[in-house]
C-alpha cells in the first residue's frame, strides 16, 4: 500500500537530502516524488511505500529544521486513478476526448478512477517527443494517437512505448501508426469509448485479443 505526504519545506541546499535520509531511516521506500513551488519555500509531493507507522514518520519529519509543514494526503491514483493519453490534431483530439471523457465518467460512477489527458499538436518531432514522454507519465495506462497523418518517428516512438507495457490506439488514418498500434477506430468518439473499456475493471474488453484489428 502506498501513503502521500504533503511536505513544505526550506528552499536550501540539504533539505532534500535531510527529507530522504529520515524516510530511509524508516526503512521506507520513495515510489515518487515531485517537486512544486519556488522561492523561499516549496513542496514536496511524496508516495511511499512499505510504511509500518505513517504517525512516527511524520512526526519525525516535522522534528526537521527544514520542514515547515506536513500532511498526509490521498495519492493521486486514489483521486484520479489510471491516465488516458491523447495525443494529436485538435479537431481529432476534442472528437476523441468526448468519447473518452463519457465513457470514463459511466465507469467513475461505478467506483473507478479514470481521468483524461489531452494535448493537440502538429509536426513528426512534436508528436514523437510526445509520445516518448508517455512512458515517463505516473499512472499513464493507454495512449491514443489523433490525427490524419502519422508515422516516421511517431511510429519508432509507439514501438518504444509499447515496449514499456503502454497500450496505443490509433485512429484510422494515413502513414504507419495504424500498423504499429495495439487497436485501429476510425470512429474518434469510438476510439475514446474503447481505449477507456480496456483499461476499465469494470468493463469486459481485451485488446490483446483486438490487436491488428481495424474497425
Same mark, same amino acid.
Given at each position: 500500500?502506498?501513503?502521500?505526504?504533503?511536505?513544505?519545506?526550506?528552499?536550501?541546499?540539504?533539505?532534500?537530502? *535531510?527529507?530522504?535520509?529520515? @524516510?530511509?531511516?524508516? =526503512? &521506507?521506500?520513495?515510489?515518487? $516524488?515531485?517537486?512544486? +513551488? !519556488?522561492?523561499?519555500?516549496?513542496?514536496?509531493?511524496?508516495?511511499?511505500?512499505?510504511?509500518?507507522?505513517?504517525?512516527?514518520?511524520?512526526?519525525?519529519?516535522?522534528?526537521?529544521?527544514?520542514?515547515?509543514?506536513?500532511?498526509?494526503?490521498?495519492?493521486?491514483?486514489?483521486?484520479?486513478?489510471?491516465?488516458?493519453?491523447?495525443?494529436?490534431?485538435?479537431?481529432?483530439?476534442?472528437?476523441?476526448?468526448?468519447?473518452?471523457?463519457?465513457? *470514463?465518467?459511466?465507469?467513475? @460512477?461505478?467506483?473507478? =478512477? &479514470?481521468?483524461?489527458?489531452? $494535448?493537440?499538436?502538429? +509536426? !513528426?518531432?512534436?508528436?514523437?517527443?510526445?509520445?516518448?514522454?508517455?512512458?515517463?507519465?505516473?499512472?499513464?495506462?493507454?495512449?491514443?494517437?489523433?490525427?490524419?497523418?502519422?508515422?516516421?518517428?511517431?511510429?519508432?516512438?509507439?514501438?518504444?512505448?509499447?515496449?514499456?507495457?503502454?497500450?496505443?490506439?490509433?485512429?484510422?488514418?494515413?502513414?504507419?501508426?495504424?500498423?504499429?498500434?495495439?487497436?485501429?477506430?476510425?470512429?474518434?468518439?469510438?476510439?475514446?469509448?474503447?481505449?477507456?473499456?480496456?483499461?476499465?475493471?469494470?468493463?469486459?474488453?481485451?485488446?490483446?485479443?483486438?490487436?491488428?484489428?481495424?474497425?
Amino acid at each position: 500500500m502506498k501513503n502521500a505526504l504533503w511536505v513544505e519545506l526550506k528552499n536550501i541546499v540539504g533539505a532534500l537530502k *535531510a527529507i530522504s535520509s529520515t @524516510i530511509a531511516d524508516h =526503512k &521506507i521506500n520513495i515510489s515518487y $516524488i515531485e517537486e512544486i +513551488g !519556488e522561492g523561499k519555500a516549496v513542496h514536496l509531493y511524496l508516495e511511499v511505500e512499505e510504511v509500518k507507522d505513517l504517525n512516527k514518520l511524520i512526526s519525525d519529519l516535522r522534528k526537521l529544521e527544514v520542514v515547515l509543514s506536513i500532511e498526509p494526503i490521498p495519492t493521486f491514483q486514489q483521486i484520479y486513478g489510471k491516465r488516458v493519453i491523447v495525443v494529436g490534431g485538435g479537431a481529432q483530439v476534442a472528437e476523441v476526448a468526448k468519447g473518452a471523457i463519457s465513457e *470514463a465518467d459511466r465507469h467513475n @460512477i461505478r467506483g473507478e =478512477k &479514470i481521468s483524461v489527458d489531452t $494535448i493537440p499538436l502538429v +509536426g !513528426e518531432k512534436e508528436i514523437a517527443e510526445a509520445v516518448r514522454a508517455v512512458a515517463r507519465l505516473p499512472r499513464a495506462a493507454i495512449l491514443i494517437l489523433a490525427g490524419s497523418l502519422m508515422g516516421g518517428e511517431i511510429t519508432k516512438a509507439v514501438r518504444e512505448i509499447q515496449s514499456a507495457g503502454i497500450k496505443v490506439v490509433s485512429l484510422n488514418m494515413a502513414g504507419s501508426v495504424p500498423a504499429a498500434a495495439d487497436l485501429v477506430v476510425s470512429d474518434p468518439i469510438q476510439a475514446g469509448v474503447m481505449a477507456v473499456m480496456s483499461i476499465a475493471n469494470t468493463a469486459k474488453f481485451d485488446i490483446e485479443k483486438q490487436k491488428g484489428r481495424r474497425y
